[in-house]
């Protein structure tokens, strides 16, 4: 497990509701181990973002606008950065199943705590 | 050309047609009746030869049957649908009614007419029909409930998600931070009352009934609020004169509101919306009062000249100002964010 004291895991959020990303943001960095390298609010600004900052975890939206259908909704993303690590983050607890079947590294529906973000971000930041 | 043989027997044809074949005299005694009309209506042949039509008929229908039937007898006509318009309605021995199409046929022969009956029996046909009906209204149903939860989850979910992140960090921040705790207990303050907004008019959806006894002006600070939670578009509202109107000119104006301002949402970009609603007397003296409604935006625009599918909503408003006879008009261009304007004289 990477120490503390090494840089904290560098976190893009991607997500379509400002208000949402402010509120996450605030909410992981307050950890001290992560921090928001970038905010994106549809498809095409998390590939800019992705190749401009190069995060270690993404925190999606897992139905961000513009994001192919399933099951190809992660394609473009694994073409530009094939070992980010992806938790999807979505309203709709279904989505579950496929979010983690197409390749997301971990799923946290907007229903559950939020210690369950922290908790699939430590999950993923153990991978890094 | 073949001739029919002289032998052939139109009892036997009659027999196997599916549809009952009633054949009657100038006075309505029965002369013939098929195995159909038998299977059908529940009587042998032997036991409604020489009776009545009306045996046939549920008894309140047999008055207006026996004026229809003279009628067509003396008209020139040769042959006419019943019940045109619905379908007519029969009785079988066991005195159930039933639903039916029927045409009659006229024979004249020199002094002597005869009267042939085609009936069918369409129980089955408007059972199926019925339960297509009700099905469809069940997958219209269904498709508005998925509608609802998914504009849930486009809300009110994201909102309170929001909210409970940001709750759960907050004491650590005010221990750390005094004055950001306030702010963001503050921000708390805003999201909570978005996500309530947001929730009212999703339950207006619910209930749109609940449209009519809402006062205009509330129901318009309440759609303001919940565009405001769920895009972060900031829509201001001014109101003026009494918005006490009725319930047609209510609801349309409010659709033409939330049309109006979820395509602000969706497709301006905007920072900054305005809904403006102006009651006042007419100023040309006579009686009534003139509503002013206009909603504008300070977004990307469009050009009005190409109307894109996506604008789906712009013939929902016009239809809405047409229903109360008021005159819609907006105005968009490239750059130059949009307004809709709606006038109407009550």
Known sequence: MAGLLVEPVRVLLADDQEKVRSALKLFIEQEGAFVVVGEASTASDLLYNVIKTNPHIILL????PGMPDSPQRLSPLRLVAPDVKIIALSGVPEARRSALAEGADGFVSKSEPPENVLRALYFAYDKV | MT????????????????????????????LLFNKSAEQIFGYTQDEVLSQPLDVLLPERFVEVHRRHFAEFAASPVASRAMGERRPIYARRKNGEEFPAEAAIVKLERAEERLFIVLLRDITQRQRIESELRAQAQQAAVAAERSRLARDLHDAVTQTLFSVSVIADVLPRIWERDPEEGRRRLKELRQLSRGALAEMRTLLLELRPSALMEANLSDLLRQLAASVNSRSGVEVDVQIEGETELSPDVK???????????????????????????TVRPTNNGLAGRQVHLVINDNGCGFDTTIS?????????????AAAIGAQLDIRSAIGAGTTVHVEAVL
């Open chain 1, 61 to 64: 939206d897992w139905e961000l």
């Open chain 2, 3 to 30: 001739l029919l043989p002289a032998e052939l027997n139109l009892t036997d044809l009659f027999a196997v047609i599916v549809d009952a074949v009633v054949a009657c005299d100038e006075r309505q005694r029965i």
């Open chain 2, 251 to 277: 609801v349309s104006l409010y659709r033409i509101a939330q049309e109006a301002l979820n395509n602000v949402a969706k497709h301006s970009n905007a920072s900054h919306a305005q809904i403006m609603l």
């Open chain 2, 308 to 320: 894109k599918p996506t604008h789906i909503g712009l013939d929902i408003m016009r239809e809405r």
